[in-house]
């Protein structure tokens, strides 16, 4: 079985989940990791699944971009198998006004850190950014990266909270 990454992006409409699932599940690939979210007006998702090849999977795409509002990419990767967390699970919260250098400069702490940041999203509403990360930690060192984050957070005029994720929400 071969193993392919997918990114489809443009800007969004109706049905465009709907149409890049129901390709894939005639080509007899099956989803196993997956998102997608749209981002002022444009559509961004990636998806991992199992299945035929990647030239198919490119073949049977080509039509969902004819007519050049989407761009989707296929590229076969190696499977990763099952593997242990590599840390403890964490969730950094950021908000306040938009400024440039915000994501740069907290991912960076928690980089720092040997923190790794497996999930991200950010969003701005008027004025007010707000970042959410989960983050994996090395076993008993939060403490450390959070004060550095709460002294960055400060330089940067932004708020910052880390705590520890609960497993059942992830």
């Known amino acids: 079985m071969n193993e392919l990454a997918i990114t489809v992006i443009g800007r969004d409409r109706p049905g465009i989940v709907a149409d890049v699932a129901e390709l894939l599940a005639r080509l007899g690939a099956n989803l196993t990791d997956s998102t997608m979210t749209r981002l002022r007006g444009h559509f961004a998702m990636t998806l991992i699944c199992v299945g035929p090849a990647a030239a198919d999977v490119e073949a049977a795409l080509v039509p969902l ?29 950021v908000h306040g006004a938009d400024r440039m250098g915000i994501v740069a400069a907290m991912t960076r702490v928690l980089a720092d850190a040997g923190g790794n940041v497996t999930d991200l999203s950010t969003r701005l509403t008027g004025s007010l950014y707000v970042v959410v990360a989960e983050v994996e930690l090395p076993p008993g060192t939060a403490g450390e990266p959070a004060g550095r984050l709460t002294a960055t957070a400060a330089e940067l005029g932004v708020g910052v909270t880390l705590r520890p994720a609960d497993p059942d929400l992830l």
Do not use: F, I, K, N
């Open 65 to 93: 971009s004819a007519d050049g509002q989407l761009l989707a990419t296929v590229r076969a990767v190696t499977p990763d198998g099952e593997t242990a967390p590599a840390g403890e699970p964490y969730v950094m919260a």
